[in-house]
């Protein structure tokens, strides 16, 4: 019995190509994000993994603090239906980094982490149980409006196994009380769970 575990390859400049092919779907997903939170933006890391005929077998964001799960979901989409160079040598595994660009005329308020983390505290059983069969560390970004209330909320996570569980911690982030207010105009945080 024989059991191949090496990786094929794809030229990092053909999988820009490819990525820069995509810019117009990416932004359809940024322009719905945009139509419920205005300062949204940020920047993303992929990791996936393209199969010896060229199509995605999984994706996930091993980064990001674009802080809104359903924008974060619509990219994966765009990128697990992507068509994509054939890899020499068998699947291979691509890493690529995109920005979205702030559209509104103002970025949102830079929070430190501390503002949050009392509320986060208070959710930790919940977080636990959306945590429970992974080994993963996540990157969550939420996005806070007047009155102290949660106006979106991703994450990302260090591992494909890890990937599943961000829906879960979403909704945990989702129904965070307590926070202080940031004014008229929406903060930022991001921070590890």
């Not at 092919?21 to 949204?40: P, S, W």
């Not at 660009?101 to 103002?106: D, E, G, I, K, S």
């Not at 992974?134 to 009155?147: D, M």
Request: with cysteine; charged share 25%; glycine share 10%.
């Amino acid at each position: 019995m024989r059991m191949a575990s090496e990786l094929g390859s794809i030229d990092p400049a053909t999988v820009k190509k490819y990525f820069a092919r995509l810019d117009d779907k990416f932004a359809v997903c940024q322009t719905r994000g945009i139509e419920h939170l205005n300062v949204l933006a940020g920047t993303a890391k992929f990791f996936l993994r393209i199969g010896p005929q060229g199509s995605a077998k999984w994706a996930y964001l091993e980064d990001s603090d674009i802080g809104d799960g359903g924008t974060e979901r619509c990219l994966i989409g765009v990128v697990m239906d992507a068509q994509w160079p054939k890899p020499d040598g068998g699947d291979a595994e691509v890493r690529y980094s995109m920005e979205l660009a702030l559209n509104a005329q103002r970025p949102p308020n830079d929070w430190p982490s501390d503002k949050v983390m009392g509320a986060v505290a208070r959710q930790n059983a919940a977080i636990e149980r959306c945590k429970e069969g992974t080994s993963a560390t996540f990157r969550a970004t939420v996005y806070v409006g007047s009155g102290g209330h949660v106006l979106s909320a991703g994450l990302a996570a260090s591992s494909k196994d890890g990937a599943d569980k961000t829906e879960c911690l979403e909704k945990v982030l989702l129904r965070l009380h307590g926070l202080p207010t940031p004014g008229s105009w929406p903060a930022k945080v991001s921070f590890g769970l």
